[in-house]
Structure formats: C-alpha cells, structure tokens
C-alpha cells in the first residue's frame, strides 16, 4: 500500500493514512517533525494543501478531525453550509433568521464530532442536527405565538389566497411555493422539503427524522397532498 | 383499486411519481390511470409540484459564512472554558461519576437510615442538654434575683440597682432623649441615688389600699422583669436586655398612672427631692384602671433579644430561656446558686475590656466601652421609635438642676448630660 499523491482522491479504504493522523512506522524518514509533542511513533506526515483537503472525502475529514486536526472542520462546513442553509430556508423561509440558525447547527456538529461512528454518511447526519434544531425553534415560535395570541397559518391563508387571486402572468411562483410550504405542519414540511427539493432518498429521510420508513411515505403522501389542496390554482395552470 | 380511500390513492400516487412502486404497482396503477381520468389528473399535479419544489430558488452562497462561523466557534469555546472547570471531553465520564457517586450516597443513607435518625436524635438530646446544663443548671444566671419591691422601686424611679450590697456596684440603666439608652455596671458614688424604700413611698404619697394594692402589683412585676432582663454567665459573658430601660420609664409612668392627680403632685415632689431622672408631666389626668395599665407591661424581654456581652465581643442575639423553670431551679438549689452568682459577680466586677468601643450595625447601633471598674452599653434607639411609646404622656425625663442653671433646657443638653457622665465613668 502506497500513500496516495497529493490532490488524488482520498477514500475510506485509505483510512490509515489519512491527513492528519500520526504517521506509522513505514512512513519514509524524510518527513520532518515539526511539534516534537505530538510524535508518537516516529515522524508527523506534512500536512496537505488546501486543495487536497477540499477534495477529501467527508469521512477522511472527519478521521482528520477526530485525529486532532480540528482545522479541517473548515472544509466540511464549506463543503455542506449551502446545502444546511438551504433546508433551514426551505423550513423557514426567513433569510435573516437562517445564518444564525445554520451557525447553531454547525457549532452543534463540531462538538458532536467527535463522537460521530461512520454509521451514517456525515451529510444525514448534519441534517439530522439541523432538522432537530428547527424543530426546536418552530417549538419556539409556536410558544411565542402561543403566548402572544397570534395565529400565524391564518395569516399564511389569507395571504397564499391573495396571492392566487391574480392573474396567472401575474403570479410569483417562488413565493406561493414558499407559502404553500409554510402552510404545512412541521413534519409534513421537513420531509416534503427533503424529498422534492433536497433529492433525498425515502431511507434517508427516515433516517434524518429519525421514523419509520411508512411513516416517511405517509407524511410525503400528505404533504403533497395538502400542497396540491393549496396550491391548486397554481397547478392546474399548465396541466 | 377501486376499494381505497383517499389517503391511500395519495400515497400510492405518491410513491407512483417518485418511482417506488415495484413493476406489477407500476403496471396496476398504469392500467388503473388509464380508466380513471381524476386520478391522471391528480398524478399531473403530483409532477408539476414536485418539478415547482425541485425548481425552487435557492439562496445565493454565502461566502462570509465561515468567517462568522469562525468567530461563533471561537466565543463558544470561551463560554464553555469559562463555564466548565475541566475539558469538555471529560463532561460525560465526570457527569457519570457523579451520578455513580449520588446513587451510592442515597444507597448508604437509606441503608443506614436508622443509625442516621439516632446520631440526629442524639445531636439534639446533646444540645438540649448543653441548654440545660448552661442555662439551667447555672452557667447563665440571673444577675439579679428575688427582687424585692424596695429594690424593685429604687430600680424605677432612679434606674440604679446594687449588685450587691458589699461592692457598692451598681447596674444603671438611663436614657438620653436623642440618642437612645445606656446600661452601666460600675462602681459610682458620686451619682449614686439617694436610697428609697416601699415605706418612705407610701408615707409621701399616701395611695388608698387599692392603688397600694396596683403598685405592689407592679414593683413585683418589675423585679421579675429585672431577674430575667441581665444574666451573667461563666467566662466574664453577660447579657443585658436592650429594652431594660423602657421597663425603668413604663413602670414610673405606671406608678404615676395609678395616681390621682393630687397624689401625682406629691410623687413629682418626691421625685424632683431626691433628684429621679423623671418628672411627672400630666398631673391633672385621672388615675387609670389597673388592667389598663398592666396591659402595657412586656412579661419578658422584647423579642428574647439580648446584648451578649464577654470581654472579647458583643453581639445582638436570641436567648430563649425559659425563666419559670429557671426560677424553680434555683428556688430548690438556692445556696449552690448564690455561691456561684457572688463567683461570676466578683469576677465580672474585676472585667477588663480590651476595646474600643464598637458598634453594631443591625438592628440598633450598640457601643460598650469601660476600664477596670466600669463598662457601659449604650443602645442607640431612633427618636421616633421613643416618641412612639406611649407612657411619654405623663413621664418626661429630668433636666438634671446642676444643668438647668448653666444652660437652656433642651434636648441637646440632655446629651452632654450623658456624655458628661461616661466621660467621668470612662477617666475614672
């Protein structure tokens, strides 16, 4: 088994040597040390450039991380902040709430790294965390409105129903999407949400909200169908 | 097909569109969509949303991400630094050795429940029993006791009291009109009050039977009152009740009340001739009932508060003592209790204190200061707090003559008064 040349692909098989880790003993002796502290065996593998830790796999990344090198949390956090910004906004549809919403989630992701088991790919797992931190908040919020005597869906309604009264040229389909979604109670959201627009796989899903795979099927089924219930002007536009 | 619901169309559908269905599905609902053009229509649907959600706009990337993420990460790590006294990564095993620790903990004491009681049960039997041996069995003892209705009167009208009658050691109790009261022990001859009997009271005053009745009443309630306001105990500790010459004020005003208002005329002579620290201001108010009167009178000490008093410190506290029990005590040990009372008097008289004078802060500002021969207290009371008692309105304290012919009659002299007074105690 050789060392994989820099900027090759780094994959599972090549767990042992991958960034980071301490070097084994058939690493060559022309390594330099650098933090003698940190020497077990023999000598510290010099550490990769940007451009190869950008195309490391996530699982090498994480075997960096839980190795010590808690710098290359940087690449995953780049590599999958979009894609949690995304959901967040999917879930929320409030830009100015998601940022801080996103760094929560990847804060939580940095303190449970550690502990993460390659059971699961890291990007499910990610959703997961930021799935169970929008549940928290829309608990939240819910209390909020509780508390404040306000009936948010009632203003979604009214507003979706406004919206579609006009003309269809007139329409801003982006927005009644976006209502449409928020109109849906918090579990038919999230999973229509990473069905149809994050593309994940029924399993997947299951596996992010944590619930069987019929319950997946179940809440799709009715998400779609109650999108279809509001959003039927707008559908019936083409077909 | 044709046998389901609403919801299981849907799903089935549902699953249609996204591919799930096996090939016989496929074919089943194809063949069913190819009768049925509702559900073909609703599978249109299905596809124009999933093609709308598909084609949702996503946020433009956020370059600055990290940079921010960064700073967050950073405060957090310096939160949970400052929070936690141990790396982070030690928090669950930490977490289950405390739990590990606390289960083990309740086991034992629920195990060894019985034995827990009994050690408290002794504890407190211990401590009721440090409470009878010091205060019972006569580590506190009353400084003075059986007060008899002669010292009882001497103790009113002129708020002196001998210790006894070999030291020529008196208690004196007085108050200055701004600034509250002061207790003293202290040999003083100079000041010391002309000696007055029960006899020489009646004889100037001349009460019918029953207002001799009334008073004789008081002057034993005041000697009660006496025995349980000043205790002394072992190693030079001495307790004063603050509120001591209140007692002195409400039993002259008492007296006085019981007086008709031409008998109050010949109390006030007999009190401005041997120069009592009261005069006697409503003379023409009529005599008041007895239970009236006896409804003013506090049976014990204020509170059960105490100034505690030993040559080191001096502190405010509580003293529940229970004086009946007390008192039966030392009816049936009176000789033991004697020997050792003329014991912790001979030593308090020979005290030293070794401070300045200090104050207390709560609830009244206190200060004790003395020599070799003499200490005082003095307990500064707010002036509202005299004006709101209520015997003010037939007894005023005296301006001392002496004073009188130097200076204008106000409460200003009535200070220097006092200070006069510990001044000469003090240089003594």
Known sequence: ?239 | MKKMNEQQMDRLLSQYVDGRLSEIEVQKVESFLALDTSARQRVKELRRLKDLLASKQKLVPDIGFWTRFAVALEEQKKDEHSLLPFPRKFVPAITIMVAAVVVVAGTLVIQNRMQFIQYFSEKSQAVRKVYEKNVLQGQLLPLFSKVDKDRALQFSLFGTLALDDKSKTELRVDEQSKKGYRIEVGKDSKNKAKPMTFNHFLAEVKPTSGQKHLIDSLLELTGRRIESSVLIGENNTMAIAPDLPNLNRLMVTNIAACLEPNQRVQFERLLEANDAPYTVTAQSVPARKGDRIFQNIPQSPRDNRFVIITPDTMMYSQLHIDFDSLRRHMEENVVMFELRREAMLKRMIAREFQHAPRNLPWPQPVQSFGNEEFFSVEINVPVEEIEQQQMRVIIQPRIRKQILQTAAPNHSIQVRTWRDTASEGLTR
């Open chain 1, 1 to 239: 088994m050789a060392l994989p040349l820099p900027g090759a692909e780094w994959s599972s098989k090549d767990k042992p040597y991958q960034i980071g880790v301490r070097a084994r003993s058939f690493v060559p002796s022309f390594t330099k040390t650098n933090d003698a502290r940190s020497m077990t065996n023999d000598q510290i593998l010099p550490k990769p450039s940007v451009d190869v830790l950008r195309k490391m796999s996530d699982e090498a990344l994480i075997t960096a991380f839980q190795s010590g090198d808690h710098d290359v949390y940087r690449f995953l956090v780049e590599r999958h902040q979009e894609r949690i910004r995304n959901l967040l906004f999917s879930i929320f549809h409030d830009r100015d709430f998601i940022d801080d919403l996103a760094q929560e989630v990847f804060i939580k992701a940095y303190q449970a790294l550690p502990r993460f088991r390659f059971e699961a790919s890291f990007y499910t797992w990610l959703y997961r965390i930021a799935v169970n931190k929008s549940r928290d908040e829309l608990r939240k919020k819910k209390l909020r409105r509780f508390f404040s005597f306000q009936t948010l869906d009632e203003g979604i309604e009214k507003e979706l129903n406004m919206r579609l009264s006009v003309p269809p040229e007139d329409r801003d389909t982006q927005e009644l999407v976006a209502l449409g979604l928020q109109s849906l109670p918090e579990k038919f959201r999230t999973a229509v949400v990473l069905k149809d627009i994050d593309g994940l796989s029924y399993e997947e899903i299951a596996e992010v909200m944590q619930c069987e795979l019929g319950t997946v099927k179940s809440r799709i089924s009715r998400a779609r169908s109650m999108l279809r219930k509001v959003l039927k002007p707008l559908l019936e536009e083409v077909v």
